[in-house]
């Protein structure tokens, strides 16, 4: 039986991730928490744990005293010399208790230790799989979706985790079986609530795609500077190239658009514009309100901006709802005021 307890340490170590010296840990409480909730809570109790030679064994601990006042715990000289002449007061003594003799209801809440070991293990395992992996985007797949909030439950890999409706992208629909790449926002170490935070909507979505995507990005040539997104609708993400025979804007569109158009699709054809970053904040504002042509802008405070555009640019430059300029004015960092002649 020792045996084949071991072995299946070994399967869950190999399978889940859950390392053999922690069930080890969980299996000696289990053990010592049946032991006392038969023999008593007072008892003492030691338990040998053995990979090597495969062997579990438990020991009840008594101190040999003149007199008894706890049977629990105490053991009288007099016994004691009857054990083994050497016996003196204050010695430890050991008795091996076989761990069959315990009664099913002891059985039953070592079981229960071992089965919340086991299950708090496969939680760290993930946590630890998920901590490397924070601030980055994993690919997933769409195992089942609760139609009545409107979440999707994922297969990453590292078990099962919850995309929230308010982490989706607007108006995005999943089926069964769909693989999508989601951020991995936060992950939570306490052994209670959802294990990971999952996003399609972050901003960090759109950064690490066009890091993984953009050659140049990923080899350090082209910087990200800046990314203000409303998901599902629009995306500014400002570009700056450490190499003047490098086009920053250029490298992340490819040619006829083809680097983009993978993100833009991934993205269910979120419109994404690619601004040419500047350390001129007046150059940086004006790239940043496009396609709006900008005649002038001028510096009027900290942080704040007058911008003067023709009236037929009026409308571009703002945008729908005012999102061009609500973008503009959080990827450059500026209040953006704008103005016709």
């Not at 053990?31 to 006392?36: G, I, P």
């Not at 998920?130 to 009545?148: L, M, P, W």
């Not at 209670?192 to 080899?219: A, C, N, Y």
């Not at 991934?266 to 350390?279: A, H, N, P, W």
Request: glycine share 8%; aromatic share 4%.
């Amino acid at each position: 039986m020792n045996k084949e307890f071991f072995v299946a340490l070994d399967l869950l170590e190999k399978e889940k991730g859950i390392p053999k010296e922690y069930m080890l840990e969980k299996v000696e409480a289990a053990l010592v928490q049946a032991f006392k909730k038969e023999y008593g809570n007072n008892t003492n109790v030691r338990v040998l744990l053995d990979p090597v030679k495969q062997d579990v064994r438990v020991y009840q601990q008594k101190e040999v005293v003149e007199v008894v006042e706890n049977p629990e715990t105490e053991i009288s000289l007099e016994e004691a010399k009857a054990m083994s002449k050497r016996n003196t007061v204050g010695k430890i003594i050991e008795f091996e208790v076989k761990t069959k003799d315990f009664r099913r209801l002891s059985a039953g809440a070592a079981k229960s230790v071992i089965i919340q070991g086991i299950r708090e293990g496969e939680r760290k395992a993930a946590q630890q799989a998920y901590e490397n992996k924070r601030e980055e985007i994993i690919t997933a797949t769409v195992s089942k979706i609760d139609f009545e909030n409107g979440n999707a439950i994922l297969d990453t890999g590292n078990g099962n985790a919850v995309l929230l409706k308010s982490e989706q992208i607007p108006g995005e629909e999943y089926e069964v079986g769909q693989r999508i790449k989601v951020f991995v926002m936060e992950v939570n170490k306490e052994l209670k609530g959802p294990l990971v935070t999952l996003s399609r909507v972050h901003q960090g979505l759109v950064r690490r795609m066009f890091e993984l995507e953009i050659p140049e990005i990923t080899d350090g040539v082209v910087m990200i500077k800046g990314v203000a997104r409303e998901a599902g609708s629009r995306t500014k993400i400002a570009v700056f190239s450490r190499d003047e025979d490098v086009d920053a804007v250029g490298a992340c569109i490819g040619n006829h658009g083809m680097r983009i158009s993978g993100i833009v699709d991934e993205l269910c054809g979120e419109k994404i514009d690619i601004v040419r970053f500047s350390e001129a904040p007046e150059e940086y504002i004006a790239a940043a309100l496009a396609p709006a042509q900008i005649d002038s802008v001028v510096i009027t405070g900290e942080r704040a901006c007058r911008v003067i555009v023709a009236p037929d640019q009026l409308s571009l430059a703002i945008g729908k709802e005012g999102q061009n300029a609500r973008l503009a004015a959080r990827l450059t960092g500026y209040k953006i005021d704008i103005k016709t002649e």
